[in-house]
């Protein structure tokens, strides 16, 4: 039998943490975070990241797990979360997924096999110095060759993509095109049963999104960020790119105003969300629960408790 496992989804700001550990105690479980900035140390705040209080004794996995200057891949999330989901299920517990970040969520549950190759690879290395000496006309034709599908859809300034397809090949055999196309064909890893939430108006989500910047400044945003400048995190490194950490890290320079980098902030986090909603609509099997002018938890656990139950769920 496939396992069966629960997923809280849903945009920003609209309390899924507290409903994955709700649930986590209705079904006797524990939460895996998939979210691809939470992994973080040291960025409690900005990524929103659940206190020891909002766990409630529910263990919390793939939270604060990595330093902040490493880059992590979606395949290396999905490797690491993978073995978080087994031991759960192993020592018969329920594991519940909570996140917004969509692309890391579909590959655990699908167990998406990522092809071969790393950023720091030989192979990726060798391409990328023909990048930088004959640039990137021979080898989109050299792609062109090997995996004209690939080559068609790829624009031609998407380097990083065109690299990629390449490695994929040289380390393989297999063209890119192949791999994707023979991944799909697997069944899914896991059964998933989805909880979404969002607010029935938009205006809600966008008045709650800036609440949450709000209440993430009073408690010290900035201050995390520079606590992560005074350990010595280099601006290059990826955890600079997440939203709340990107604008304060110019406000920090000087580059701007704290007052610019909240709007901006607010402004990055409903654009976000937006995102996030779109990718969740593609999914027919999500169940959703749609607050009103604020969420209603005892309520919203009872909704979501009573689907999960008619799924078979104990």
Not at 80 to 89: G, T
Not at 210 to 221: H, K, N
Not at 260 to 283: D, H
Request: contains cysteine.
């Amino acid at each position: 039998m496939i396992p069966q496992i629960i997923c809280v989804v849903g945009p920003t700001a609209t309390g899924k943490t507290k409903m994955g550990v709700a649930l986590a105690h209705r079904f006797g479980g524990e939460v895996v975070s998939v979210d691809s900035m939470q992994i973080y140390r040291g960025m409690a705040i900005g990524t929103a990241a659940p206190t020891p209080e909002e766990m409630e004794g529910i263990p919390h996995h793939m939270v604060g797990v990595a330093d902040p200057a490493e880059s992590w891949s979606v395949a290396r999330f999905v490797s690491e979360a993978d073995i978080c989901v087994q031991d759960i299920l192993r020592r018969g517990r329920r594991p519940i997924l909570v996140g917004g970040t969509g692309l890391y969520l579909e590959s655990l549950i699908r167990g998406t096999d990522f092809a071969a190759g790393s950023a720091d690879g030989e192979t990726r290395q060798r391409l990328q110095q023909r990048l930088e000496q004959e640039g990137v006309g021979p080898l989109l034709a050299e792609l062109r060759a090997i995996d004209p599908g690939s080559a068609a859809r790829l624009h031609p300034s998407d380097e990083k993509r065109i690299l990629r397809a390449l490695e994929v090949w040289y380390e393989t055999g297999e063209t890119i095109t192949q791999h994707d196309r023979r991944t799909r064909q697997q069944p899914p890893r896991y059964q998933a049963a989805y909880i979404g939430l969002s607010f029935q108006d938009r205006a809600q989500l966008r008045r709650r999104i800036d609440l949450r910047v709000d209440e993430m400044v009073r408690q010290g945003l900035l201050e995390e960020v520079q606590a992560l400048l005074a350990a010595g995190l280099p601006p290059t490194a990826t955890a600079w790119q997440a939203i709340g950490y990107k604008q304060f890290l110019a406000a920090a320079d000087g580059r701007c105003t704290v007052t610019e980098a909240i709007e901006e902030v607010k402004l990055r986090s409903r654009q976000y969300a937006k995102r996030q909603l779109t990718w969740l609509r593609r999914n027919p099997d999500i169940h959703w629960i749609l607050w009103g002018e604020e969420p209603n938890f005892p309520q919203g656990l009872q909704n979501a408790t009573e689907y999960l139950t008619a799924l078979g769920l104990r």
